[in-house]
T-cell receptor
């Protein structure tokens, strides 16, 4: 079945450091890929998405490129801020799974000032 | 403002009691979803509904029940049959009825349920 694997956290960075959170997926079809962010005590917010191979999603300085050859969708940001501290979820959605969202376990990001 | 509201934000329940979590959306979305979130885990799908008066079980439906009498409302009941109900519950919706993989799901703020 379809699945998503994220790097384990927590990831702890200093302010202005470069961020990478790895995400790889397993899917038989051609999924759409999503990154969601969850701030403490809140629901999930869509951060960015990509719907086909080589697409790049971007928002608020975050970027991720849909790499079909490596089945990856790594999240990057050039300079993190304390306000970026949150849990980040990678997810996929594919027709062969009834278009249900399949989530990774989430990666906690902590940014120190 | 359009969005999804969930109430209450915190809920406490005694063992053996049923409890109902509210989810309302004014986005005019056809599909609505309930997820459960446990620490260190991703979200798991409990139930979903693609249209009024119809719903399907997700991956962990045992001990839960839902109804979809109105397009904007999708309440979740956690019954006494749910063996480990303490968790964070999230409601979501999307516009395409769950029929399009590119469609974005939008989430509510969540309800934290604690069984005492």
């Amino acid at each position: 079945g379809n699945s998503v694997t994220q790097m384990e956290g927590p990831v702890t960075l200093s302010e202005e450091a470069f961020l990478t959170i790895n995400c790889t997926y397993t899917a038989t079809g051609y999924p759409s890929l999503f990154w969601y962010v969850q701030y403490p005590g809140e629901g999930l917010q869509l951060l960015l998405k990509a719907t086909k191979a080589d697409d790049k999603g971007s928002n608020k300085g975050f970027e991720a490129t849909y790499r079909k050859e490596t089945t990856s969708f790594h999240l990057e940001k050039g300079s993190v801020q304390v306000s970026d501290s949150a849990v980040y979820f990678c997810a996929l959605r594919a027709r062969d799974n009834g278009n249900k969202l399949v989530f990774g376990a989430g990666t906690i990001l902590r940014v120190k000032s | 403002d359009g969005g999804i509201t969930q109430s209450p934000k915190y809920l406490f329940r005694k063992e053996g009691q049923n409890v109902t979590l509210s989810c309302e959306q004014n986005l005019n979305h056809d599909a609505m979803y309930w997820y459960r979130q446990d620490p260190g885990q991703g979200l798991r799908l409990i139930y979903y509904s693609q249209i009024v008066n119809d719903f399907q079980k997700g991956d962990i439906a045992e001990g839960y029940s839902v109804s979809r009498e109105k397009k904007e409302s999708f309440p979740l009941t956690v019954t006494s049959a749910q063996k480990n109900p303490t968790a964070f519950y999230l409601c979501a919706s999307d516009s395409a009825g769950g029929l399009i993989s590119t469609d974005t799901q939008y989430f509510g703020p969540g309800t934290r349920l604690t069984v005492l």
